[in-house]
């Protein structure tokens, strides 16, 4: 494993920011940390990364204790800083330096994250997402096997978003581990194996997409429209189904899904057109988020 | 030593783009050239070159200006790195504390040392320019330049302690302007009250040579003073030079920089990012 968790625990002059959190990063996997704004991803970040003690359980990092083998680890803090009167270039040629990695490679790096243009500006004029990538192309230095990336996307415009997913399969597919941590389910979902979710420091739960979608047992929308005029007739074949505007909603555990579905299909011309609609993401979210009562 | 280089050669850019070099190395040359062009009148009486009149007087202006310099561009080290968010990020890259505090005194060190350099240079040209006998005051003027270079590194080192103690840039340079103060003024101050009050007793005689050595600046002056041919040009505690023997003040300007640094490093290794 290359990161492994156990009953983590971690106290802020008695507030309980970690509570017995266990999970682990095998790898080559790319794992999202979801969490509200306080849940603790920050924190566990920073433990994983050696910054900060810790005041329980145990934290094994490329085999070793946090911080022990930081030349495996990359990092790119929430809200990244870099000093404003440097430019993009020399911040990246200090920080491969820094790795032992040949500072020639700072142009490519930008490159990398599409910076090339704006390398020789000072970062005191870059915007927030420039800045963001900034911290990116240092993360990318010198073949990190672990990637600790805290709320990575944000400030990141929707096409850099893409891009720097797309950055993120390059690295896993050369056996890379990523955690990154999120906000928000719908910014992680397509692109990730694993999710784990805290909350109020605690992990709630854990699992890939459909296995949490699953566990969760939120109940399936039917969206029927009914044919012209067929509305009223409708209604008294589906008398769960609620009238919203011309089409009926008929929401069902989702293992009975296509026995309601048969049931629609019954009734021949009289539908118009069904959607299903499963649970969003945002809603799984709130589910787990929401469960142990924040 | 890569890292380390690295770091220091960042922080000159630093050092250079916020005119800290300029800044340094203007102070520096205007007051060493006032200095030596005031000091220019009763040479010939007391039967010294020219150049050691001006040492005793540069003297008494790095005793100011060289740990004041080193404050304002140490104090912000650390704090200045909390305060902006750069402190986690640099910590997880492969490089110890002491590595990162030595790459930013490097760099700090070399602005210092120019700024030396060239007011002192600019000084001493200024003696050989107009007495051919300047040349018997050199040893003075490498041995002045040496030494505020390590007072210099004595500041730098407790201007990083208190940036790391401090944690934000304001109170920090608070903190600074306050060692200043008690260092180069209130110290001497407090120790000519205590002379005066004790009126040539033991105190004068035994605590006060003791006192002088443990004070960075006063060290300074008095290892320059005592070493130098121009003890009966200064003023101040000139009386004190010929009580303490050169050794004592050499050996207090040297180690007080380690002192400083190591205060710094324990300092440093205690700030959570
Ligand atoms: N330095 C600190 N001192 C005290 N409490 C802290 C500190 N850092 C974080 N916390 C608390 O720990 C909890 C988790 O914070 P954090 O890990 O930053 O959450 P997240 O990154 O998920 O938003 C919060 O309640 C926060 O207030
Ligand atoms: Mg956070």
Same mark, same amino acid.
């Given at each position: 494993m290359t990161l492994k968790l156990q009953k983590l625990t971690k106290t802020y002059g008695g507030a309980? &920011? *970690?509570?017995g959190v266990t999970f682990s990063v095998a790898p080559g996997e790319r794992v999202a940390l979801l969490g509200h704004n306080g849940a603790g991803k920050s924190t566990l970040m920073k433990i994983v990364l050696g910054l900060i003690p810790f005041d329980g359980g145990t934290v094994s990092v490329l085999g070793a204790a946090p911080g022990a083998s930081r030349q495996g680890v990359a990092y790119l803090p929430e809200n990244v800083a870099f000093h404003? &009167? *440097?430019?993009g270039e020399e911040q990246i040629r200090l920080f491969l330096s820094v790795r032992g990695?040949?500072?020639?490679q700072a142009r490519d790096l930008l490159a990398r994250v599409g910076l090339h243009d704006a390398a020789s500006r000072r970062i005191g004029t870059y915007s927030k997402g420039m800045r963001q990538r900034v911290g990116l192309a240092q993360a990318l230095i010198g073949h990190p096997r672990l990637l600790i990336l805290d709320?990575?996307?944000?400030?990141?415009d929707p096409v850099s978003r893409r891009d720097f997913y797309a950055l993120l399969d390059g690295l896993s597919a050369e056996g890379a581990s990523i955690l990154l941590s999120s906000h928000a389910l719908t910014e992680v979902e397509a692109r990730t194996d694993r999710i784990v979710i805290l909350s109020g420091g605690r992990l709630v739960a854990q699992g890939s997409m459909e296995g949490l979608r699953h566990e969760a047992g939120l109940p399936v929308a039917l969206v029927v429209t009914p044919a012209t005029g067929q509305g009223g007739c409708l209604a008294t074949h589906l008398p769960q189904a609620e009238r919203v505007g011309e089409k009926l909603v008929l929401s069902c555990p989702a293992n009975q899904k296509l026995t309601n579905l048969a049931r629609i299909a019954a009734l021949g011309p009289k539908v118009a057109d069904v959607d299903v609609i499963p649970p969003s993401l945002e809603d799984i979210y709130s589910h787990f988020s929401k469960r142990d009562g924040q | 030593m890569t890292a380390i280089l690295a770091l220091a050669l960042a922080e000159f850019r630093i050092g250079i783009r916020n005119r800290w070099l300029a800044i340094a190395v203007g102070l520096m040359m205007l007051f060493a050239l006032v200095l030596s062009a005031a000091g220019s009148g009763p040479t010939g009486s007391l039967g010294v070159d020219r150049l050691s009149v001006t040492v005793a007087s540069l003297t008494s202006l790095s005793v100011y200006l060289v740990p004041l310099m080193a404050l304002l561009m140490s104090f912000d080290a650390v704090a200045g790195e909390v305060e902006r968010g750069t402190l986690p990020l640099i910590l997880t890259y492969p490089v110890s504390r002491a590595q990162l505090l030595a790459g930013k005194a490097l760099a700090h060190l070399g602005i210092l040392t120019l700024a030396l350099v060239a007011g002192f240079g600019a000084a001493g040209g200024l003696a050989f320019a107009l007495d051919g006998q300047a040349a018997q005051g050199l040893p003075a003027l490498i041995r002045l330049t040496l030494s505020s270079v390590a007072l210099g590194a004595t500041f730098l080192g407790l201007g990083y302690a208190i940036s790391a103690r401090a944690r934000r840039p304001s109170g920090a340079a608070g903190l600074a302007i306050g060692l200043w103060l008690v260092a180069v003024v209130l110290y001497d101050l407090g120790l000519l009250a205590a002379v005066v009050a004790d009126n040539g007793g033991a105190f004068t005689l035994q605590v006060f040579p003791l006192t002088l050595l443990a004070n960075p600046a006063d060290a300074f002056r008095l290892y320059n003073l005592s070493a130098s041919q121009a003890t009966a040009a200064a003023a101040g505690v000139s009386a004190a030079a010929g009580a303490v023997p050169v050794l004592w003040s050499a050996l207090s300007v040297a180690l007080w920089p380690a002192l400083a640094f190591a205060l710094a490093l324990i300092s440093f290794r205690k700030v959570l990012p």
């Open positions: 309980k &920011a *970690l509570d404003p &009167a *440097l430019t990695e040949p500072p020639r709320e990575p996307t944000s400030g990141l | -």
